[in-house]
Structure formats: structure tokens, C-alpha cells
């Protein structure tokens, strides 16, 4: 069975291609958008401010990143060979932990660059990628 995976931030869309039968998944992440504030200001002139943390945000973030790239990774660890694609980068995000573990690097085709598309686009560049 061969895979293609389309992913962003948001959403991912598994492709699974078997003797020309096709299987179309989604998996939505739980990755938060942040978009902090400033802290809060004393009426006290020269005194401290309440600042947000940016490293517990952002440690937070690659946690969740963490969580969704092992959760594809569970849809597409039985097939022979997988392709990724997808606009910004989570794809490279995505790369990098499947670079670390030998048995899925062998399995990883190719890693490419896409723009947002519809579900019938990314069966169809699925497609067209295993010549099927």
C-alpha cells in the first residue's frame, strides 16, 4: 500500500492508494494559534509589568506539533513507501522526525512543496505522483 500525505498546521489528508482502490482520511491537529498580549500595567510609575512568557508558548506549541506528527505518523507507518506534501512547514517538521527513526526514512519518497488544495486535488496529485 503506498500513502500521500498533504499537511499544514491545521489539517492533514492521508491518501491511501491499494490496487486502485483509494481511502481518503483527514486528521485535524490541535495546535493552537497564539496570538499573545502584552502584560498588564501598574499604576505605579517605574514598577514591574506582568509580561507573558513566550518560552512556556512556545514550548506548548512544539508539543502539540509533537502530538500531531505522531498521530500521521500511526496512519502511515504500515505502508511501503509515503509522499509528503503541503504549503509552509510543517511538512519539513513532519520530515525531520520521520528522519530520525531508519524504518520510515527507507519508506519516504519524496518531500515536495504544494499549495492549499481541495480534497480532489490532493487524491489526484496522490495520483499522479504513483503514476496510478
Known amino acids: ?27 485535524d491537529s490541535e495546535v493552537e494559534d497564539y496570538h499573545p ?23 506548548r506549541r512544539k508539543l502539540q506539533l509533537q502530538r ?13 513507501a509515503f ?5 509552509a512547514g510543517a511538512k519539513t517538521g513532519l520530515e525531520k522526525v520521520i528522519s530520525n527513526n531508519p524504518k520510515l526514512k527507507s519508506k ?7 499549495d492549499s488544495m481541495t480534497e480532489n486535488q490532493i487524491v489526484a496529485q496522490t495520483r499522479a505522483f504513483y503514476n496510478e
Open 1 to 27: 500500500m503506498k500513502a500521500g500525505v498533504w499537511l499544514d498546521n491545521h489539517k492533514a489528508f492521508v491518501v491511501y492508494l491499494d490496487n486502485g482502490d483509494e481511502i481518503l482520511m483527514r486528521l
Open 37 to 59: 498580549r502584552g502584560g498588564s500595567r501598574t499604576s505605579a510609575p517605574y514598577a514591574s509589568h506582568d509580561t507573558i512568557s513566550e518560552s512556556r508558548l512556545l514550548a
Open 68 to 80: 500531531y506528527y505522531t498521530a500521521i505518523l500511526e496512519k502511515i507507518k504500515s505502508c511501503d
Open 83 to 87: 509522499y509528503i506534501f503541503g504549503p
Open 108 to 114: 519516504l519518497v519524496k518531500v515536495e512543496a504544494a
